[in-house]
Structure formats: structure tokens, C-alpha cells
């Protein structure tokens, strides 16, 4: 008999699953759904796409015929998704969770897509579609670095936390600038629109040792290896060769991916490949737990090693006061 977790006052409560890529949150997440008869809702960008469910480590058929899950390859990858439109899609989904008697469960890695799911934006005010236009016909006339130093002249400060090839970031930025005639550093510093009315949360943050991780990225992704990942990603990088798809398209950075893509091209072997990739997303890993510990104040941190970890969690829903 599952368990559910009792109500905040008169607020519905949402379970979040949080941690670096590889971590285990999966795992964790699915395992806290059957023991409190919960929906597993996806909180990672690139497990949103339906174009790599091997590369991106989506949780597998017999794990959905198992426990319901939500946002897991609902979006083309053509789609350009946002914190906001996430978030939308989210509360939908906790609203149905909940809707349907259970415990909506977030399970992903993508830090600021939960950061905005429980606190907010902040009031950036909205854009006509023309700025948007003059951004992105500026960023194919200058070029990403051109376009990159004009942006750097009115907002270094948002510049210095973009990547330098992040055309989507860049044209936001020049766009809200060119619109409002304010910097969107400016329009972020701004206090937050706060949580989602009538919803709680409780977030629990898997804090692995970094040895035990390193090895469990490494095994990954030579698991999808094995598993012929290499013929998932084929039709993709042939219908961006082919020029169907654009290139810098967000879906298309999930990790392996353009180390994929040059093994495609003839460009690196397969060992490069899964080399590349490996260090990448470790380095990716150790960026995401130095963000968590200044942007997130979880309810319990585990170690996912740990026999007892689950039980650790479900000591914490059992303690939310009714």
C-alpha cells in the first residue's frame, strides 16, 4: 500500500529529485513513486526531446509500463524550450499527478528549470516578435562572436555567463535590451514572482562522492555504446547534414551528441568519442554541484552509496506536517 505524502496546510506538495547527471536520481525517483504511489515528472531539458532516448538516459519502456511518468520525449526536437514553457508543462503535469491520487515526483538535473519551477521569474517584461526578428538576422550577419562582443558593450555581466555559441541566450538577451531598453541582467536581479500558488515542495539534493561518479559516468555512457546509440543519433545527424535541421538547435547539445556527430562525419573514431564525451560530462557534473550548492537549499541531501538512502527520504515525507 503506498504511502503518500501528507498535505501542507491547504497546499498540494510535489516531491523534487535533484542532483548531477548520473547521480542516480532515475533510479531514486522511480523507486520513492512505488513506494508512494507517485508520477515520475521529468525536470531535465534534454530528456523533454523524443530524438535521444539512449543518449539522454531516459527511463526505459518497462519502467513506464511500471510507474506513470510525464515529459519524458514530449517535445520535437525542432522545439525551442524554455524555463517558462517547462515550467508550464510541469504544473500541468503535477496538477494531473495529483488529479489522478498520486504524488507528483520531479526527477532531473536541470538546476534552473527547478529553480523556476519553485521560485519564480523575475517580471521580464514581454517582447514583440520584431526584436526577436532584428536579434536573430544580427547574430547570422555579425556572427556569434561579433554578435557576442556588441552584446558584451550593454550587459557584460549576462555575457560572462553565457557560452560563447549559445545563439538562443544571446539573441534573448539583445532582444530584451533593444525592447526595454534595460539589460536582462538587470530585469534577473529583480526579485522572483515566487512559487506557484496552492503547491508546496520538499526537494531532496543526491550529493555523490566524486570518485563513485566519475566511474558511473564513464560506465553510462559506454553502455550506450553497447546499446547502439550510434544508430539513434544517425537519422538525426543526417537530417542536419542534409540541412532539415538546424545545427545549434538546443536539443542537440545533450552530452555525446556532437562527439557523435564528428565520429558521423569521419572526423574522430569511436574510442575519441566516448572519451570526449565521458570528460565533458564530468566536467558538466562537477559544474552542476557547485551551482546546486549556492541555488538550492534542499529538505535532506543523501548519498546515493548509501543502503539506506530511499529510507532517508521517505523520513522526510513522513515528517511534512499535515
Known amino acids: 500500500m503506498s504511502a503518500a505524502i501528507p498535505a501542507t496546510s491547504s497546499l498540494e506538495t510535489a516531491l523534487i529529485v535533484a542532483g548531477p547527471t548520473a547521480s542516480g536520481k532515475s533510479a531514486l525517483g522511480l523507486e520513492l513513486a512505488r513506494r508512494l504511489g507517485g508520477t515520475v515528472i521529468n525536470a531535465d531539458a534534454m530528456q523533454t526531446y523524443d530524438a535521444f532516448p539512449v543518449l539522454t538516459a531516459q527511463p526505459t519502456a518497462a519502467e513506464r509500463g511500471e510507474i506513470p511518468h510525464a515529459l519524458y520525449g514530449c517535445l520535437p526536437l525542432a522545439t525551442v524550450l524554455s524555463a517558462q514553457r517547462w515550467r508550464a508543462l510541469a504544473l500541468e503535469a503535477m496538477q494531473a499527478a495529483v488529479g489522478a491520487g498520486r504524488v507528483p515526483i520531479l526527477v532531473g538535473g536541470s538546476g534552473l528549470y527547478v529553480k523556476a519551477l519553485v521560485e519564480g521569474f523575475a517580471a521580464v517584461p514581454d517582447v514583440a516578435a520584431t526584436f526577436r526578428a532584428e536579434a536573430e538576422a ?77 566511474a558511473r559516468i564513464a560506465a553510462r555512457f559506454e553502455a550506450m555504446i553497447a546499446a547502439d546509440v550510434v544508430e539513434e543519433v544517425r537519422p538525426v545527424w543526417q537530417a542536419v547534414r542534409a540541412g532539415g535541421l538546424a545545427a545549434d538547435l538546443p536539443g542537440l547539445k545533450a552530452h555525446g551528441a556532437p562527439e557523435l556527430f564528428r565520429f558521423l562525419d569521419g572526423a574522430i573514431s569511436l574510442d575519441d568519442v566516448a572519451r570526449i564525451a565521458i570528460d565533458h560530462t564530468r566536467q558538466y557534473a562537477k559544474r552542476q554541484m557547485t551551482w546546486s550548492r549556492g541555488q538550492i537549499v534542499p529538505d535532506v541531501v543523501v548519498d546515493p552509496q548509501e543502503s539506506d538512502c530511499v529510507d532517508q527520504v521517505l523520513k522526510l515525507t513522513s515528517k511534512i506536517d499535515a
Open 138 to 214: 544580427d547574430w547570422a550577419a555579425l556572427g556569434p562572436d561579433g554578435f557576442r562582443a556588441r552584446l558584451g558593450e550593454t550587459d557584460p555581466d549576462i555575457v560572462a555567463r553565457l557560452k560563447p555559441f549559445d545563439r538562443q541566450r544571446h539573441v534573448r538577451a539583445w532582444e530584451v535590451w533593444r525592447a526595454t531598453g534595460r539589460t536582462l541582467s538587470a530585469w534577473q536581479a529583480e526579485p522572483r514572482s515566487g512559487p506557484p500558488p496552492s503547491w508546496a515542495f520538499r526537494t531532496v539534493q543526491l550529493a555523490p562522492e566524486r570518485a563513485w561518479l566519475r
